[in-house]
C-alpha cells in the first residue's frame, strides 16, 4: 500500500468521517486514453456492434488488419474497465450503506 493510502485508512480509523471501502477502486488503465484517440468513451467502444474479428478474418488488407486487431484489444480492455466501473457504481451509488471498514 502506497504511503498517500496509507495515510488515508490511518485518518479513516482515527476520524470516521468519511467511508473507506476499499472494494470501490479505479484503476488506472489505458483504455481511457484508447478510447480517447478514438473519440469514444469506455461506454462507446463497448457498445461498437462492429464484429472485429470476423473483419479480421475476412480481409488480407495490412492496414485494415492491424486496424481491426487494435480495436480487438481495445474493446476487450473496455469491457473489463466497463464492468469495473458497473460495479464501483453500485458499491456508490446503489448501495451507499454502512463503512465495510467499521
Do not use: W
Not at 35 to 41: D, I, R, V
Amino acid at each position: 500500500m502506497s504511503t498517500a493510502f496509507g495515510r488515508l485508512y490511518e485518518l479513516h480509523r482515527q476520524e470516521r468521517t468519511f467511508i473507506l471501502d476499499p472494494a470501490a477502486i479505479v484503476y488506472e488503465s489505458k483504455v481511457y486514453a484508447m478510447a480517447s484517440m478514438l473519440g469514444k468513451n469506455v461506454a462507446q467502444v463497448c457498445a461498437d456492434p462492429t464484429d472485429y474479428s470476423a473483419e479480421l478474418a475476412k480481409t488480407t488488407d495490412r492496414v485494415k488488419r492491424q486496424y481491426y486487431a487494435e480495436m480487438i484489444g481495445v474493446r476487450r480492455l473496455a469491457l473489463k474497465v466497463q464492468a469495473e466501473l458497473d460495479t464501483l457504481f453500485m458499491l456508490l451509488v446503489v448501495r451507499p450503506s454502512a463503512d465495510p471498514l467499521q
